[in-house]
């Protein structure tokens, strides 16, 4: 019965809503990109992509779905005496926009064997960080924008690149001048702080609890310090054009371990930059 709830339900409610079942609920945005996160009695376990989900003790744990995730997903939820129930989740499918560049310079395109083999090393480092479980629910306290300016990258774009499609865009980019403050755009602990990485130069990790983790890129400055507590609005680093990048703007990108989400659905509407 909770299986034909559920659907029917997910059906009703749109890309940006709240579930509730008997012993489950649900809010956020139920669609690709979107980040849920939920509440269930103490004790409670969630799975979820096969996956067995972090439950804080207070019942408060969060999923995600990524750019190309499929229109359904099953959660599994057993509660502390035992009864096992199964919820249908309807995730609503985006359009996105293709953008087509052409006389780039080869090495923007395709890197040389030495340039893949520093790439590979650094991917590394940012797969760590996104394989993070920590116990911390920070997301829960929210997301805020790590810099006000012109929104000129959107999530989920993708560009053909001389004729070559590459990989879609995960990001939000935000074009603003070198040196433009960037804060945390919520609680956590720095993960990663590098001044300069192949791909997105001045980097900068946080680990927000249960495998949210975001990532601020292209930066000119990177003031925070790998294991700094980080609240929002704390100036971590600065807008820059490092990595590849052909101006000045902030990438910022938010993931759940595997699941890349987009930024934009967990922060209101940019606000009017003076």
């Known amino acids: 019965m909770k299986l034909i709830f559920a659907v029917i339900l997910g059906l009703l409610i749109g ?16 669609t ?46 057993t509660t502390p005496d035992g009864q096992k129930s199964t919820h249908s989740l309807v995730i609503k499918k985006r359009k996105y926009k293709i953008q087509r560049i052409d006389g780039l310079p080869r090495k923007m395109v395709s890197p040389g064997e030495k340039a893949l083999k520093r790439i590979r090393r650094e ?32 999530y989920g774009s993708q560009r053909v690149l001389n004729g070559e499609p590459r990989r ?19 609680a956590g602990v ?20 249960h495998g949210v983790t975001s990532v601020l890129m292209h930066l ?3 003031d925070a310090k790998l294991g700094d507590a980080v609240k929002p609005g704390d100036v971590i680093g600065a807008i820059g054009a490092t990595g590849r990048a052909t101006g000045p703007h902030l990438d910022w990108r938010v993931n759940w371990f595997n699941q890349r989400l987009d930024p934009q659905l967990l922060v209101p509407p940019m606000p009017v930059s003076k």
């Open 15 to 30: 890309p940006m809503s709240v579930f509730a079942a008997d012993d489950l609920k649900l809010a956020g945005s139920f």
């Open 32 to 77: 690709q990109g979107g980040m849920v996160t939920g509440k269930v009695t103490s004790g409670s376990k969630i799975k979820f992509l096969k996956r067995d989900v972090r439950v804080s003790p207070d019942g408060v744990f969060v999923i995600g779905f990524g750019r190309d995730f499929s229109s359904h997903a099953q959660l599994e939820l």
């Open 123 to 154: 991917n590394v480092w940012i797969g760590k960080v996104r394989a993070l479980n920590s116990t911390t629910p920070w997301f829960a306290g929210g997301f805020a924008w790590p810099a006000i300016g012109p929104v000129s990258g959107v």
């Open 168 to 186: 879609p865009h995960f990001g939000v980019d935000v074009a603003m001048p070198t040196g433009t403050p960037v804060m945390a755009p919520a």
């Open 190 to 209: 720095i993960a990663l702080a590098k001044k300069d990485l192949y791909f997105t130069g001045g980097t900068i990790m946080i680990d927000h609890g």
């Open 220 to 222: 000119s400055r990177v």
